[in-house]
Structure formats: structure tokens, C-alpha cells
């Protein structure tokens, strides 16, 4: 087919549809969707179909529309065979890679210089997109903890809760307090003992397949059913302690001891139980003869290591290639958190309650930071600058 063939193909609606995406007009796609005839499923002269051109632009809500309306996520004439993921990770926009990844895109395709889609987010730096692709399972392969299998009397994992579930399985932020929260928020509170089973499960499974065993996500399985089984035992010291004031709580306060448990630094500022619980778990992992494995222990026993939870999120989810300059929330680790606190703004938190669960930590060094910064700005009183100098050099930049 010659390219004039190929554009000619296209009416004049399928044209201005291309049109609008590229320049991200998404109210403008939208008007324009509904006169659209003979469905979503076309590409223009490059190829290119219409979702792809949304992946591209990373615009989550064009996408959802398509997907909606049945856009083909393998359709692609492009010559250089990207899938729609290709160009979501190139976009590095997250949510658009997991709507393609829940869509049932296959990760693994690659494009016509051998890279994965993953690999090409590496390629340009979106290593949030890496992260996203190479923690993701399929709903599907998660409904086994949602059968009844053997003896079993109920499933690990109840029907109604496989969402939830999922959503757990496929977090990309490792660290306890965050994976805590999320179990909480997502309602398996009260299924952590068959919650841990079926992880435990499922890192054997993927560990006993006889091809394309995934060692980073058995691991990672392994991982969470261990943290699962620490607010376990937190769960029973607590209840065992609160005995004689009946069942009067409201049962999520062993979370808040488990995570001060998590968040209680030592002189010199580290998390003591962490890193001996990420050690602890790594050195119970059955599977020895592992990659995974030789590495993290290789790197946990190596002089002046990193803290051991920097070494299993870098094993799991990838070495960040650059200086990582990201900014990371001090009580559950979650990247670009939005709140700072208000008095030394020199630690950040994701919201309220990641603050407060923080603060029996920070009050302590709070003061000390709010001193550190403004002597840091008594520096720079040194040299004032002064705010119709500023105004200048701002107009300077603009012009
Ligand atoms: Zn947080
Ligand atoms: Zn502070």
C-alpha cells in the first residue's frame, strides 16, 4: 500500500480526530468522536492508529474513550512496530501504560530495534513507566488465590476482593509503611493470614514454572507476603497486650503501632527495623539459586551498603540510570509527594495522614531542621537581592 493510498483512506472527521489528539484537545476529540463513522479502529499515513496517537500524548482520558469504544490494542501499521505502550512509555505518563497494561497489551512485544516498551521508558528516562510495566501482573493470572483448590474450605483471596488485590499486587513503592496503608485502604485488613498464604503461593507457582520464570516478581511476592506476616505478629503482641480491654478498638490500631514500629529511627537517623526485616527476608528466600537472590545478598554484604530497602527496591524495580533527585514522602516513601511540613518545610509528606503518622519521629528534629534552614538563609541575606532587581531579572528571562 503506498502512502498516498493510505492517507487518501481517510475521511475528513478521521482526519481532524488525528488533528486534535496530536495537539491534545480533548474536549475537541470528544465533540469530534461521535460523528466519527465506522468505529475507532484506523491508522493514518504513518500507520499510526488513532490510540496510539493518544498514548503517545499521554492523554488518560482519550485513551479510556477508545478503549471504550473497542479500540484494537494491537493494531499497528506502523513500520517501526510500536505498540500503543511503546508510545505511552515514551510519553511517561503512568496511568496511560497501566490502562493499556489492564487492556491486555502484551508487555513483551518488541519494536523494530529489538526494545521492549520498558526498555524503551529506560531509554529516555521515564523510569516511573519502567516501574509500572515491570510490576505488572494481569488480573487474570490472580484469580488461581481466588479458586478453591484442594482441601481448602474458602479461597485465600474472596472473589469481590481480586480488584483489591490487584491493585496490592502491582504497587510499585516497596516500602512497609506504604505497603501497610495500601492493605488497609484496599479492605484486607482482615485477610492478612490468607492474604500472606496466597503470596507465598504464588511466589512458588511463578518459581516452579518450566519457562519465562519471573524471579524479580517471585521475589517480590516472597517480599510482600513477609511484610504481610510482620503486621501479623504486630497484630497479635497488640491484641495480646490489649486483652483485657475487650474488643473495644476499632482493630486498625495495631497499624499505627506497626508503623511507628517502621518509622523509629535510631541515633543516626535510621530505620533500625527496617533494615533488619529487609535482610531478615531476603536471607529466608528459598530459591538460592536465583539471580535475585546472589545479587541483593552480594550487595547487602558489600562495605558501606546502601539501606537495604534502597537494594531491593533497585533489584526489583530497576537502577535508576541518573542521579535521583526525586523528592520521597518521609513516612511511607511514595514519589513527589505535594505536602511539605508547614514549619521547617524541609520534610515532605503525601498528605495529613502520612504527616501524622510521622510526626512522634519528626517533632524531635523538626526544630533542628527549621534552625539548619535559617541558617542557610542567613547566608544568603549576604547578598540580598533585592525584589525590583529580581523583577528585572525576571523580565529579562521572559523577554
Ligand atoms: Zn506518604
Ligand atoms: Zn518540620
Known amino acids: 500500500m503506498s502512502e498516498d493510498n493510505k492517507k487518501s483512506q481517510l475521511d475528513d472527521i478521521q482526519l481532524q480526530l488525528i488533528d486534535r489528539i496530536s495537539k491534545n484537545d480533548t474536549n475537541g476529540f470528544k465533540q469530534l468522536l461521535g460523528q466519527l463513522k465506522g468505529g475507532v479502529n484506523f491508522v493514518d499515513d504513518s500507520g499510526m492508529s488513532i490510540l496510539a496517537h493518544a498514548s503517545f500524548k499521554g492523554n488518560k482520558e482519550a485513551v479510556q474513550l477508545l478503549l471504550d469504544m473497542g479500540a484494537d490494542i494491537n493494531l499497528n501499521q506502523h513500520g517501526a512496530d510500536y505498540t500503543p505502550l511503546h508510545f505511552a512509555a515514551l510519553s511517561g505518563n503512568t496511568h496511560v501504560c497501566r490502562q493499556l497494561l489492564d487492556a491486555g497489551i502484551n508487555a513483551n512485544c518488541i519494536n523494530s530495534v529489538n526494545r521492549t516498551a520498558s526498555q524503551m521508558a529506560a531509554f529516555v528516562g521515564n523510569h516511573a513507566c519502567v516501574e509500572t510495566i515491570n510490576n505488572y501482573v494481569s488480573l487474570a493470572s490472580l484469580e488461581y488465590s481466588t479458586q478453591l483448590h484442594g482441601q481448602q474450605q474458602e479461597p485465600h483471596i474472596p472473589p469481590a476482593q481480586l480488584k483489591g488485590f490487584h491493585s496490592f499486587v502491582t504497587e510499585i513503592n516497596l516500602h512497609p509503611v506504604r505497603i501497610t496503608l495500601n492493605a488497609q485502604s484496599l479492605g484486607l485488613l482482615k485477610l492478612l493470614p490468607n492474604l500472606r498464604q496466597a503470596l507465598k503461593l ?22 510482600l507476603a513477609w511484610i504481610v506476616g510482620e503486621v501479623l505478629r504486630c497484630e497479635e503482641q497488640f491484641k ?95 514519589e513527589k509527594p505535594d505536602k511539605k511540613c508547614s514549619k521547617c518545610k524541609a520534610v515532605q509528606y503525601c498528605d495529613r495522614e502520612c504527616q501524622r503518622l510521622h510526626w512522634f519521629m519528626h517533632k524531635k528534629s523538626c526544630p533542628r531542621l527549621l534552625a539548619a534552614v535559617l541558617a542557610g538563609n542567613k547566608n544568603e541575606v549576604k547578598a540580598p537581592i533585592d525584589a525590583a532587581e529580581l523583577r528585572e531579572e525576571l523580565a529579562k528571562l521572559s523577554a
Not at 507457582?205 to 521475589?219: G, R, S, V, W, Y
Not at 527496617?274 to 531476603?282: I, K
Not at 542521579?323 to 513516612?331: A, G, P, R
Open 240 to 334: 495480646a497486650q490489649h486483652k483485657d480491654k475487650a474488643d473495644d478498638n476499632k482493630g486498625g490500631d495495631f497499624i499505627e503501632v506497626f508503623v511507628k514500629r517502621v518509622l523509629k529511627e535510631n541515633k543516626l537517623g535510621q530505620l533500625d527495623y527496617v533494615e533488619f526485616t529487609v535482610r531478615e527476608c531476603v536471607r529466608e528466600f528459598p530459591y538460592r539459586e536465583c539471580t535475585v537472590f546472589r545479587q541483593l545478598v552480594t550487595q547487602l554484604g558489600g562495605k558501606d551498603a546502601a539501606p537495604a530497602l534502597v537494594i531491593l527496591r533497585n533489584a526489583i524495580n530497576g537502577l535508576r540510570g541518573f542521579v535521583d533527585e526525586t523528592s520521597y514522602c518521609s513516612t511511607c516513601g511514595q
Open 202 to 223: 504464588m511466589c512458588e507457582k511463578e518459581m516452579q514454572k518450566t519457562h519465562d520464570i519471573n524471579e524479580l516478581m517471585a521475589f517480590k511476592y516472597h517480599y
